[in-house]
């Protein structure tokens, strides 16, 4: 697992989590050379944000996250997010902007002349970008616009209200990092700091402290020390009255804490060097500090007194306990490494972390940097065989594997959202590359399904995944994603948690009123769905809880998602339709509860208006905010809701000391609103007013109206809906065809029962569907839908298994090893269980609920044990073997041997390694019912069947500590048929070229095969061979009953043959992979077409022709005696004459094509004769595929017809 995978609706909770530091860090860009200087604002410069390249990753929430100061921000025009309450500023030196930053390629701005015009009110007749002003006349040659339609603009200049403050002194300070205290309180402290770029080290610092409102302030250097130089302020998220200031820790580490606001400091000394810090969400004086050399602190004491807890622990994977979770407030979850470099997962009490007082939730190692504590879901990631697994625990009970679809095969994961008892993630699978599925889960977090495919993500600035997600605030179940569809980016929502997805539809006319011509499919709003750290960077995106039907955020209208010509939109019935505000990017603050909307112009002029809108977008006032043009740093609202001060940093030349403008909103409002000033509205999606299974009713302000909102604002009335097929989404294992049907996938068995299930008990019998979480319907189709309770049956032991805890084969003498029986199928109350650990030893069970935890075992001598267990309840038994090797590592043996063979013949078995360059080995065989193992030096043996029937092959390999299995089944006859089978190309797509897919597909042939021809399947054996194109192989078997009578003759599988032949020539097997998907099954050997035109003037050579065929084909008939073989057919069989051979398949993998002449296929002696020995092949065009690649080793497997 990674770090944080912050996308774009995570991007936004990302935005308040910062906020939640209480800090906001303003820098400058430009200054060195091109990029931004901006030094890490802390030994952690990534809070949680950073993703590791191939991993599980999370997403950070408020107060979960170590409470790093905000990454220090490359242009903070307009730099807080609507309910964030910290700021953080640099500037730029030797420039007259401190936001000089470069338009974009192709963006249109426009010069410096005409942005000082505009701001002036001079020059052209419109307002920005061409809008027409109240009162203006239609160009003549335009298209006809509409008046009504247009966003209105009024140009007379109106004055708010707003104090500037100088912060004298600090002009040559570059930093700045601003607190607004909180709810009720006037308080505000200011940072300010002189980053010395050579030296890479703060040099000078001051504290600043404003008690009202930030009309002026107080330096308190001396209350904190004149020679003190601070580096970084944090604030109690709990209570925003504690303060804490860290020194710089290259003069001195220590930290200055205050309770009252900022107002008084005492100091206090540290042995250790603070990186990032963590506070308890709920007790304000408990603190985790972790330190630059990897060890982890905690504090009771809000940072007077510190306690070491853990060395070693991996950075920003420590947690506090989540109330309702943990029973103790205190416990600390963290992922700690050994000295070797392992992780685990360990838990503790934050003033009791002792040895003998930890505890391991998850058995064994997990991967690094993996460990996700949120809500109440834990998640860690463990990799082996080449594939990383994924395991989440619910309410802290135990970890069970995440099912995602079977051919998912994940190669990165993030967490998304664990909100209302649900896991959002997003997976990005074997074949995609800059694209993921979004998949959402049941309650426990185990089972997922998809909800929306090829989801465009990207690379942020420090190298963390961003995914194009927007969760849409205050409106359950709605998110916006951007969708790659034939490298196109199009925006697609949903407002029922991905259940249903739709493209945006474009506004009608433009600003002018002028109609825009934009037809769905064809053509619909795109919008930009990344939020930095810094929110107010390029492609904004704003929504908020008190307003839940308002949605600004930039974009452009067309075919697909562009990054020029992008323009401002907003809606305000949440997502249905949306306005054109503006064609230049804005910066857009709500106020009074989302009842006013600011709107601040991205540009690196300096300038002294801003917009305000009272009607959710559909007309601007402009207003001046100060009487001198700003160079604009930063912007920070009041907390709470109503949000009516404004605070805009900047400063007047590069030159100047900070200047700190307070604006007041107060006066715009002649009154507070009453109840006679709102309005209902319904939420609704395209006319549909039940929306998660309820019909809403929010009270909105007329547009009319300019009252300040009070306690109406946000008012919501719910009335649930019938529940309809529409409130329901396909369970785990079953997707939705055309016809809207939930069908179960290929590779799923709906009737397989959990192995939990025991007689007398029930289990959920799913329907296919399962109801949307969070989805409030009720009645209608809900019992139809809803999985129904079913006895469990009776059933005999199936699909045992015995493994080890941590799934190798590898034990250590004298050390416990732990060894979990698993049953895929049966009663685990009423079965009794023996278990032999090979060393004399042996143990007796009566039922797996009391081997829930493992059987624990230690060996005392080295060496091969075979541990054997044997389950058996009134119904049946089964058994299961474990070759355990006691004190030798490999990742991967692959088992190369034929499917099928003749009696009495040679095979030969290799064993192919990954990597294939390990030393010396030590392979170990089982075939057949020895119980005695063959041990060779070699990875090839060679045996023989005598009798007819399946046999199972084992290999182990052993390489020092590392020991792997492979095991295969061959099928043994004294004689049967094969046929290569070829498929239509779509199938390729779709073929990750893994052996689990492979036998899934076989299957599915073999019964479209038995389907369409109605023969037996006890005579077909379907093998899916490895490589592209995806090709088969088709053998014909000659089948007995259990009592060896009605044996097949050599006729019948003719006759079988045969009809094989003529059914796959008439295209009339297929099968569906997906809904959509067709895949039509072909014979790759076609029969021959008439080597002579029969038509009645054919020439004289040409009956000559005919008459030596004839000729020949009677020869051929005498030497086979009647034993004729079928085109494209290969005929095995045992002959006692011939030197006994391996039997396989006469086409090699490059001729796996269709349409072969009938003069290319060998004779059955020959096949009959040939012997094609399988080994390792390392030079390029061989026979053997290539399977994957681990670090630099690559790997090779067998020959293409075998397994």
């Known amino acids: 697992m990674g770090k944080v995978g912050a996308g774009g609706g995570s991007q936004a909770r990302l935005s308040a989590l910062l906020a939640g530091a209480g800090l906001l860090v303003l820098c400058a860009p430009g200054v060195c050379g091109g990029g931004s200087c901006c030094p890490p604002p802390h030994p952690s410069s990534a809070p949680r944000s950073a993703s590791t390249p191939r991993g599980f990753s999370h997403q950070g929430r408020p107060g979960r996250a170590p409470a790093t100061p905000l990454p220090l921000v490359v242009r903070p025009l307009f730099s807080v997010a609507p309910g964030d309450r910290a700021l953080s500023l640099e500037r730029a030196r030797g420039t007259g902007a401190s936001m000089a930053v470069a338009a974009r390629s192709g963006r249109r701005r426009r010069s410096g002349a005409d942005q000082e015009k505009a701001e002036r009110g001079e020059g052209a007749s419109r307002s920005p970008r061409g809008v027409l002003r109240d009162g203006g006349q239609q160009e003549p040659g335009t298209l006809e616009r509409d008046p009504d339609k247009a966003t209105r603009f009024r140009m007379e200049e109106l004055r708010l209200t707003s104090t500037t403050f100088a912060l004298t002194g600090d002009s040559a300070h570059n930093q700045a990092m601003v607190h607004w205290s909180g709810h009720n309180s006037s308080v505000i402290l200011i940072l300010t700091k002189l980053y010395d770029y050579n030296l890479g080290s703060i040099t000078e610092s001051s504290l600043w402290r404003s008690t009202d409102y930030g009309t002026t302030y107080e330096k308190l250097n001396d209350k904190v020390g004149l020679k003190t130089i601070l580096s970084y302020l944090y604030v109690c998220p709990t209570n925003k009255r504690k303060i804490m200031l860290l020194t710089d820790p290259e003069i001195e580490s220590s930290l200055l804490i205050s309770s009252d606001e900022g107002a008084t400091y005492q100091k206090y000394r540290l042995n250790f060097y603070i990186q990032s810090l963590l506070f308890h969400p709920k007790q304000e004086d408990w603190i985790l500090a972790y330190s630059q050399d990897q060890k982890l602190y905690s504090s009771a004491e809000f940072g007077r007194r510190w306690q070491l807890i853990q060395e070693g622990v991996v950075p920003n994977r420590f947690y506090w306990s989540v109330m309702g979770s943990n029973k103790e407030p205190d416990l600390v979850h963290l992922e700690a490494r050994t000295v070797d470099g392992h992780s685990h997962y360990l838990t503790c009490r934050m003033q009791n972390c002792t040895e003998a007082n930890r505890n391991q939730p998850f058995p064994g190692y997990i991967d690094p940097d993996s460990l996700i504590v949120q809500d109440h879901y834990v998640f860690v990631q463990l990799t082996s065989g080449g594939r990383p697994h994924y395991y989440v625990s619910y309410r802290r009970n135990a970890f069970a594997q995440m099912k995602l679809p079977k051919y998912a095969l994940p190669k990165d994961m993030h967490v998304i959202s664990t909100d209302e008892n649900q896991v959002f993630a997003a997976v990005q699978e074997w074949n995609q590359n800059d694209t993921y599925n979004l998949y959402i889960s049941d309650t426990r977090g185990v089972y997922f399904t998809l909800a929306l495919e090829n989801v465009q993500s990207s690379r942020g600035p420090e190298g963390n995944i961003m995914i194009d997600l927007y969760e849409v605030a205050g409106i359950k179940g709605m998110f916006l994603a951007n969708k790659k569809i034939d490298n196109q980016v199009k925006t697609f929502i949903t407002y029922n948690k991905g259940r249903d997805w739709r493209l945006l539809q474009a506004p009608d006319t433009d600003l002018r009123g002028d109609p825009v011509h934009c037809l769905l499919p064809y053509c619909s709003l795109h919008l930009h769905l990344k939020v930095s750290e810094n929110p107010y960077t390029s492609g904004i995106i704003a929504s908020k809880d008190t307003a839940p039907s308002i949605i600004v955020a930039s974009g452009n209208i067309g075919s697909e998602l562009s990054d020029t010509d992008i323009s401002m939109f907003v809606s305000s019935d949440a997502g249905n339709t949306w306005r054109q505000i ?27 208006h801003l917009w305000l809108s009272f009607d959710e977008g559909r007309s601007w006032s402009k207003y001046s905010f100060t009487s001198i043009p700003l160079f604009v740093d930063g912007v920070l609202g009041e907390p709470g809701e109503e949000t009516l001060i404004m605070t805009v940093f900047g400063h007047f030349s590069h030159r100047s000391e900070w200047q700190l403008v307070k604006v007041d909103y107060k006066s715009i409002f002649d009154r507070r609103c009453a109840e006679e000033d709102y309005r209902p509205w319904q939420l609704h999606s395209q006319g549909e007013a039940c929306i998660m299974g309820a019909k809403r009713i929010y009270k909105k302000r007329k547009s009319e109206r300019k009252c300040m909102q009070g306690k109406y604002a946000g008012a919501m009335e719910s009335e649930p809906c019938v529940c309809t097929e529409a409130d329901f989404d396909c369970d785990y294992g079953y997707e939705r065809h055309s016809n809207g049907q939930c069908l179960p996938a290929f590779w799923f068995n709906p009737s397989s029962l959990s192995k939990d299930c025991s007689l007398g008990q029930s289990y959920l019998n799913s329907t296919g569907y399962r109801k949307v979480v969070s989805n409030n319907c009720t009645d209608g189709v809900r019992e139809q839908y809803t999985a129904k309770p079913q006895k469990c049956p009776g059933k005999a032991p199936r699909g045992l298994r015995i493994v080890t805890a941590d799934g190798k084969l590898t034990a250590e003498q004298g050390h416990n090893v732990t060894l979990m029986v698993q049953l895929e199928e049966g009663d685990v109350q009423r079965t009794l269980i023996q278990v032999d650990f090979g060393d004399g030893i042996a143990v007796s069970y009566v039922n797996l609920s009391s081997m829930e935890d493992g059987i624990k075992h230690v060996y005392q001598n080295v060496g091969i044990f075979r541990v054997t267990v044997q389950v058996d309840n009134s119904l049946g038994s089964d058994s299961a073997v474990l070759y355990l090797h006691v004190t030798c590592p490999l990742e991967h043996v692959h088992l190369s041997l034929p499917f099928v063979t003749t009696k009495n013949k040679e095979v030969n078995a290799t064993a192919v390694l990954w990597p294939s360059q390990v030393g ?136 079988i043959s045969e009809l094989l032949i003529h059914t796959l020539n008439q295209n009339s097997v297929h099968f569906e992979l997906k809904p959509g998907v067709r895949v039509l099954v072909h014979a790759a050997h076609l029969t021959a077409a008439p080597l002579v035109d029969l038509t009645p003037t054919h020439s004289g050579s040409a009956m000559l022709m005919l008459l030596s065929v004839v000729f020949v084909g009677l020869a051929v008939f005498v030497i086979y005696k009647f034993k004729r073989k079928i085109p494209g057919i290969n005929v095995y069989a045992q002959m006692q004459n011939e030197k006994e051979q391996e039997m396989i398949s006469p086409v090699s993998h490059s001729e796996s094509r269709p349409n072969v002449p009938q003069t290319e296929l060998r004779r059955p002696g020959q096949l009959i004769d040939e012997k094609v020995e399988s080994q390792l092949i390392e030079v390029p065009n061989s026979n053997f595929e290539s399977s994957g690649v681990l670090g630099s080793c690559s790997v090779f497997s067998r020959n293409p017809t075998e397994h």
């Open 920 to 1055: 010396t080995l030590t392979y170990v065989w089982w075939y057949g019912n020895n119980t005695e193992p063959l041990i060779t030096l070699e990875g090839s043996i060679s045996f023989r069947f005598t009798s007819e029937g399946m046999n199972t092959i084992t290999v182990q390999v052993s390489a020092g500590n590392a020991i792997l299995q492979d095991t295969k089944t061959i099928a043994v006859y004294e004689e049967f048929r094969s046929l290569r089978l070829s498929f239509s190309p779509n199938l390729d797509d779709y073929n990750p070229d893994i052996p689990e897919w492979r036998r899934d597909i076989g299957r599915v042939i073999k019964k479209s095969l038995v389907e369409a021809t109605g023969v037996p399947g006890q005579h077909i054996l379907v093998a899916v061979l490895p490589g592209l194109p995806t090709t088969a192989e088709l053998f014909v078997l000659p089948y007995q009953d259990p009592a060896g009578e009605n044996k097949r003759s050599t006729d019948d599988l003719e006759q």
């Open 582 to 608: 503006f064609e230049e990017e804005h910066s857009v603050l709500y106020l009074d509860q989302g009842g006013v909307l600011v709107a601040m112009k991205h540009t690196s002029l300096p300038i002294r």
